[in-house]
């Protein structure tokens, strides 16, 4: 199976930056797709913003041109650049990732979630 391990999280004023960092460990052949997540109190979880194998990104309209995605194959890695924070970005967000468990068995895994409070 497989484990995720989230870090960078933590309170940041407006207008402040943080890094998000999602290290995968475990059984798998290959990890696929990585991304990031988020869940504000009384909403519902939203895709921040994802990353392909390959390196293709998607982000959602809101992080666009604030939010950077980034993966570290080797080290199985993922990270969230997070600049031009708002308190609207105010979550605890959470890593997924795609892992190919063998030739034809993907899952997907999701992290513990990380808090990112954005306050003056």
């Known amino acids: 199976q497989v484990q995720l391990v989230e870090s960078g999280g933590g309170l940041v004023q407006p207008a402040g930056s943080l890094r998000l960092s999602c290290a995968a460990s475990g059984s798998f052949f290959r990890i696929n797709a990585m991304g990031w997540y988020r869940q504000a109190p009384g909403k519902q979880r939203e895709l921040v913003a994802s990353i392909t194998a390959d390196g293709s990104t998607n982000y959602t309209d809101s992080v666009k041109g604030r939010f950077t995605i980034s993966r570290d194959n080797a080290r199985n890695t993922v990270y969230l650049q997070m600049n031009s924070l708002k308190p609207v970005d105010t979550a605890v967000y959470y890593c997924?990732?795609?892992?190919?468990?063998?030739?034809?068995?993907?899952?997907?895994?999701w992290g513990q979630g990380t808090q990112v409070t954005v306050s003056p």
């Open positions: 997924i990732a795609v892992a190919a468990l063998g030739v034809f068995s993907t899952r997907s895994f």
